[in-house]
């Protein structure tokens, strides 16, 4: 597989410069970090040297993953070396002229193919593309503190960014791990337009003499599931940085957002924090969370009345950008919306500045809460694109995105002008499994019929892909684990990127791999090595799967679409063909032979395998639940020798016994630790 390297330019070393360029050399993207002065890229690099030491510290990276990370980015003063970067972000100070001098400088020095880019959360991207001669490859990507941390970044076309921009700019975002919501091109985007009014709207109460500080605060912590309140938060990012950004947002959107009093008199007495120290006093926290609710649901809902982003990445957004337990419209569903159209609707009447948003008056009139769309379709030529669309959730899987899922894929192989089906997901992952809490939920309401009837869905639908008459091509760009892997197993072909991995977690946490994962694992490289991965729960990479034949084929990010229509022309083949298993795994399939399973199912190690081996094994195998790998065990055997139908039905039978156990319930509610198993 030929790789291409990404070239960025990011100027400005500071904060959020050195800490954008970090994260892209973490990610493998080769980054030149330009600054005016070498004391600033010194200490650019010395905050990226302390952030990379911190994770080596916390056992996240090694030396050498560290080592390799720094040597991708190349500090200089030298604005030529960007001259022919694929991409350049630029975050200098917060001042218009500065920006546009510096884009229309770098328009003249860059390569046409060059996109310039800005981390901007003040101006429009269309005033600084005014200042080029490539107004079609000026597009907004606005990172938040910490970039190497924070997984969002708001991508902001203007009127004028070509589609080729923006599918260009969402391949290196996802390249470096982020999750990209697209936002309109209007003040505040989409983060910041709920962010300030929401610390605007705590510092106003605190006049009011509702609260103190430190009791809005806590208040706050429990009604949106946060780690810091308004206060303590805007002590962390700096209240000054808060007095400017109310400022620019109130220039634009009126008096609503502009900062009280209070943030103005701490910013020009010089106080460099809020006192959130006290005693605190909840008796009025119905009244501070009925406002501060009111606020954001209202600014929600207006954005939406403006089209500046869609519900479902506004909630993203909120609870990926600022930890929010659950975005703006989630809490309206929480709340009631017949709760959220009165409160909103009193701050309306209470401000003349604030007007009612239609979006949230057409709600309250249906009287039903907020649905939310987690797949989209797409039909580009003769591919319909499927993508699971719940990045804030690795893409897992439930009721309602199965639901979607299986609509979706109605109306795909219903279009006559449709050849092939593609199932991709956003963020990180492609899908990383169902999800564990509805599982839990009906363990504890004895209500198991619900998690086999999901199941009995689940199947349906991935024999449907397997069999279909239309090309399914699974595009594993992102990690996969159990019903993530199984799905994309189901699928006729499989394109994959290095990013790309399959994982059988299951046994791990008390059950078997339940979607078919065994079945047509085994069909593709046999007994021995599906038990392996079941076993261990060993993650298979990109590579490895291509080596095994499981990946039809192993490409480039930048390659995906044409291997995809490379695919479709040449037709459907065999996925399950008999292949040669290289012989580096043979000495894994030896440990699994019949004999050394059920020694390792007793806690001996395998026999005719290398001593290193056979301790690894027996250490991994024991942290693993008792009565789910025997019981993946049996059904392996038996699924080999039936049909693809027939061994899910084998699999179905083992469902209510697999969900009753102890082991089940202690696996599936241990999430971050390890379970306690009985083997009972």
Known sequence: ????????????????????????????LNVVLVDVGEAQLERGMGMIRGTLQEAIDRKILTQKEVDVTLSR???TVDKQELKDCDLIVEAVFEDLKVKQDLFAELDKICDEKTILASNTSSFYISDLAKATNRPDRVIGMHYFFHPAKNRLLEIV??????????????????????????????PGFTVNRIFIPWYVTAIRIYEEGIANMPSIDEICKKAFGIGMGPFKLQNESGIAIGLHAARTLAK????????????????????????????IDESRAQDVIDRMFAAVFGVACTMIDEGIATMEDINRGTRIGLTWKQGPFELMNSVGIEKAYKIVKELSESRSDFPMPKFLEEQYKKGVPFEFNYIDLEVKDDIAYITFNRPEAMNALNSTVMAQFEKALDEAEQNPAVKAIVLKGTGKAFIAGADIKFFVENIKNNNLKRTYDFTRKGHDLLLRLENSPKMTIAQL????????????????????????????????IGIFPGLGGMIRTERHIGPELTKYYVFTGKTISAEEAKELGIVTKLVDPTEIDDAIKELVAAGKFDKYAPREIPAKYDELKKAFSPENTE????GKEPEGVSPELAKKLVDIVARKAPLALRTSNELIDAQSKVSIKEAIELEMDKLYYMFSTEDALAGLSSPGRPPKFQGK
């Open 73 to 75: 980015i190349k500090p």
């Open 157 to 186: 076309p203007h009127d004028g960014t070509s589609q080729e921009t923006i599918e260009r700019t969402q391949l290196i975002a996802k390249l470096h791990a982020k999750t990209a919501i697209l936002v309109k091109d209007a």
């Open 252 to 279: 634009e959107r009126g008096s609503f957002y502009e900062p009280p009093e209070t943030l103005r008199h701490y910013v020009e007495d010089l106080k460099s924090n809020f006192d959130i120290e006290g005693e």
């Open 477 to 508: 760009d992102g990690l996969s684990l159990g019903g993530g892997s199984e799905v994309a197993l189901a699928c006729q072909a499989i394109v994959a990127t290095d990013k790309g991995s399959f994982g059988f977690p299951e046994t791990g």
């Open 599 to 602: 020694r390792l199912l007793e």
């Open 1 to 28: 597989m030929k790789k291409k390297v990404f070239k960025i330019g990011m100027v400005g070393a500071g904060t959020m410069g050195s800490g954008i360029a970090q994260k892209m050399a973490q990610e493998g």
